[in-house]
Structure formats: structure tokens, C-alpha cells
């Protein structure tokens, strides 16, 4: 099991940039895939960002490519999620996961452990 904390959320208008960091605990996170997803109100959680167990190979929606860059720090056992070029549409709710494999992912089921959350919000 691997126990998550986001942090470094917050508002930040169209164009600008935010980091964020999942800080995980547990014995397993070194041989974990992770990911972050995110969940706008109304609409379904999906996965923006993934990385394997190594960090050699990284996933991205289409709709954040470019723009977004997922990295892994197993030693600090940390997971950032670096955004920039932020837009009005990326604001939403964004949640740090842990995969019980070392594949990437991208469906919700296939992640068991998750962060409590941390607010993205982005104005026009």
C-alpha cells in the first residue's frame, strides 16, 4: 500500500504555470506506477499524466500534451506534476494515484491508492 499527499494547487490565471508534488509513503512505491488525474465538476476523473516505475516512458492526454510534464524522484519518493500554459478548461480537482504495477495505465480501476485532492483553478 502507498499513502499519497498532493500539494501545490491554487489559482493562477490563463497562461501562467503550477507544480504539482505527490509525497508518498509505503513500501511499494518504488516499483509503482503512478498518475494524476483530475476531476472538473460535472464531468469524469481522467488521467492526465502517467509514469512507469523508472521513469522511461510517460503518458499524456492529448489534451495536455505539450503543456503538462509528469516526472519521479523514487529515491525522494516523490511525484511532480509540472503545468504550464495553463488554461481556463485545465481547472478541476487533480489527484495523485498509485498503481499496484510497474506498467502504465490510464484507467481509474487499475489505480489503488489515492491522495485526498488538491484545487487547480485557472482564470481567464
Known amino acids: 500500500q502507498v499513502q499519497l499527499v498532493e500539494s501545490g494547487g491554487g489559482s493562477v490565471q490563463a497562461g501562467g504555470s503550477l507544480r504539482l508534488s505527490c509525497a508518498a509513503s509505503g513500501r511499494t512505491f518504488s516499483t509503482s506506477s503512478m498518475g494524476w488525474f483530475r476531476q472538473a465538476p460535472g464531468k469524469e476523473r481522467e488521467c492526465v499524466a502517467a509514469i512507469n516505475w523508472s521513469g522511461t516512458y510517460r503518458y499524456y492526454a492529448d489534451s495536455v500534451k505539450g503543456r503538462f510534464t509528469i516526472s519521479r524522484d523514487n529515491a525522494e519518493k516523490t511525484v511532480d506534476l509540472q503545468m504550464n500554459s495553463l488554461k481556463p478548461e485545465d481547472t478541476a480537482r487533480y489527484y495523485c494515484?498509485?498503481?499496484?504495477?510497474?506498467?502504465?495505465?490510464?484507467?481509474?480501476?487499475?489505480?489503488?491508492?489515492w491522495g485526498q485532492g488538491t484545487q487547480v483553478t485557472v482564470s481567464s
Open positions: 494515484a498509485a498503481d499496484r504495477t510497474a506498467v502504465v495505465r490510464t484507467s481509474q480501476a487499475a489505480y489503488a491508492d
